[in-house]
């Protein structure tokens, strides 16, 4: 009879009848030990070990917020916090799987998750969320700077604590296994109490359990305790009863799981910081090539002044020394001259404008735009009829250059004063509102209006909408309008669902702790 394929409860019950009754109580009591060794095991194997690769999996769902974190602020873009928004849903999860093996008596490791939550929670609000507060609402380079400024005691502190908590994992495991193996030795100990009623069936059951239980136990034990030590690549396999080897399948099944999914881990962080530096080299390209542009068109434009300069004041010596002196053609194409090169003269110095705009710069102070559009409406004083009325609620103080922004409303509002509406008063109203952290600012007029199909055209650069004989200007003004408004850290656009006139929106940053104004009154200037 070939023994070798028998299972370890036949040879156990095959033995136990052929001891008898005598033995029977005593089966009973090794039957019950034998029930405590498999409950130990399954706190090794089943809660242990699954608590501890899932405390593995906490730290780095940690290290992907902070990798994100910094990806966030050094690129800014939103694309860059996917792995912190990962590393969160990360955490989560783990989190909840380890409570989810929590037992009541298992106070120290529930403490030590309270106090990895608790830091978590500190880390948040002390590092990540201001950081990623600063790069929406300031920029990068102020996200760095509170980066650069920190120190990584709050990250330290809570890596510490998932250390904490793994040592209490190990703890647990430990107690598991010194239990299994107590529980080994009663069995052990059962059968030299029946190899004293029974020497034979007792030296018997102890060989017997010896080698197909105690052995394979405790080497599939100090395998696990390898793999869960760090040797993923490990393969387990046991040398026991079926049922063991049935078990280290399972094992290194799961084993082969986890070693999988912190291979993608690896791998995906691995692309993340990959794509993150070909996006910081984008980046510095697309800097450097902008730069080199504005670089140009000053150049450009700054050398054709000169020449165009004495071109220009010929053709008028030309005008005034021999006007009426030969035919009429010869005068038109001398003022044809004329005014063409003041037309040049006009778009060169506005492309300087346009170009000087960020990259000559006194830098950013508190501007109360109230004074703002005292300025403006003086300066507009001389290019208005006696009808025309300009009026702004209560505006904000906000960060900037004032020569800029007053530079901004004397082309928004100077726009809405030359296209106005023939035998209409113009009407110029500048309002505010608040909504989250930027100001949206609306310059609206009663004037001509722009069609919907040229919404996107009208912020081009030169880009005109009427014949240049109707509306005086070079196409300009609008462009520079948004370049400095994207300078201030804001974006505009067209109202399109006015009924009538024009209406500009732009936004601009909130000052931090800047309140929200009670807009209840209202300044006007009538220009008389």
């Known amino acids: 009879m070939n023994l070798r394929g028998w299972t370890l409860r036949a040879r156990i019950t095959a033995l136990c009848v052929a001891t008898g009754i005598v033995l029977s109580a005593l089966a009973a009591f090794a039957a019950f030990t034998a029930a405590q060794n498999n ?63 929590l037992r009541p008596g298992d106070t120290a490791i529930r403490e030590s998750l309270e106090v990895v939550k608790q830091r978590a929670d500190i880390w948040h609000r002390k590092v990540a969320d201001p950081v990623i507060t600063a790069v929406r609402s300031q920029g990068p380079e102020q996200g760095r700077a509170l980066i650069a400024a920190g120190s990584t005691t709050d990250f330290d502190a809570l ?14 495991r430990a107690k598991a296994a010194t239990a299994a193996r107590d529980s080994s030795s009663t069995m052990v100990a059962i059968q030299i109490a029946a190899a004293a009623i029974v020497v034979l069936a007792g030296a018997a059951l102890l060989l017997l359990l010896d080698r197909l239980v105690n052995r394979p136990v405790v080497e599939l034990a100090e395998q696990v305790r390898e793999v869960a030590a760090g040797q993923y690549d490990k393969h387990i396999e046991s040398t026991g009863s079926p049922e063991l080897a049935m078990l280290a399948r399972d094992v290194d099944g799961m084993r082969r799981k986890i070693s999988a999914e912190l291979a993608e881990v690896r791998e995906a962080r691995s692309q993340i910081e990959w794509v993150n530096d070909q996006l910081k080299q984008q980046a510095e390209e697309l800097t450097r090539s902008n730069r080199d542009l504005e670089q140009f068109a000053y150049v450009a434009s700054h050398d054709l002044q000169e020449p165009l300069r004495k071109v220009a004041s ?19 194409y001398i003022a044809f001259a004329v005014d063409g090169a003041q037309r040049m003269q006009r778009l060169i110095n506005d492309l300087l404008a346009f170009s000087r705009i960020g990259r000559i710069t006194a830098g950013f102070t508190e501007v109360d735009l109230e004074r703002v559009l005292t300025d403006v409406s003086s300066q507009l004083e001389s290019r208005v009829d006696e009808d025309a009325e300009i009026s702004w609620s209560d505006l904000p103080t906000v960060e900037g250059e004032e020569p800029l922004l007053t530079t901004l409303f004397v082309n928004l509002i100077g726009n809405s004063l030359k296209f106005r509406r023939p035998d209409v008063p113009p009407m110029v109203r500048v309002s505010a509102r608040r909504a989250d952290d930027e100001w949206v600012i609306t310059v609206r007029d009663n004037g001509i209006g722009i069609e919907a199909e040229f919404a996107d055209k009208v912020f081009v650069i030169f880009q005109r909408l009427h014949a240049r004989d109707a509306y005086e200007g070079t196409g300009i003004g609008l462009a520079i309008v948004k370049k400095i408004v994207e300078y201030h850290g804001g974006r505009i656009w067209l109202d399109l669902d006015v009924e009538e006139g024009t209406s500009i929106n732009f936004t601009l940053p909130v000052l931090p702790g800047a309140p929200d104004p009670a807009l209840t009154t209202e300044k006007t200037e009538v220009n008389a």
């Open 159 to 172: 890596r510490a604590a998932i250390t904490d908590m793994q040592a209490d994992i190990v703890v647990l």
């Open 314 to 332: 010929f053709c008028q010596l030309l005008q005034r020394r021999y006007a009426g002196q030969l035919d009429e053609r010869a005068d038109q």
């Open 39 to 101: 409950r130990h095991l399954d706190e090794v194997l089943n809660r242990a070990t699954p608590m501890r690769a899932a405390g593995e999996t906490l730290n780095t769902a940690y290290v992907d917020q902070e990798t994100g974190i910094r990806g966030y602020a050094i690129t800014g873009e939103l694309s860059s916090l996917d792995p912190y928004n990962q590393g969160i849903a990360d955490e989560n999860a783990t989190i909840a799987r380890i409570e989810r093996l």
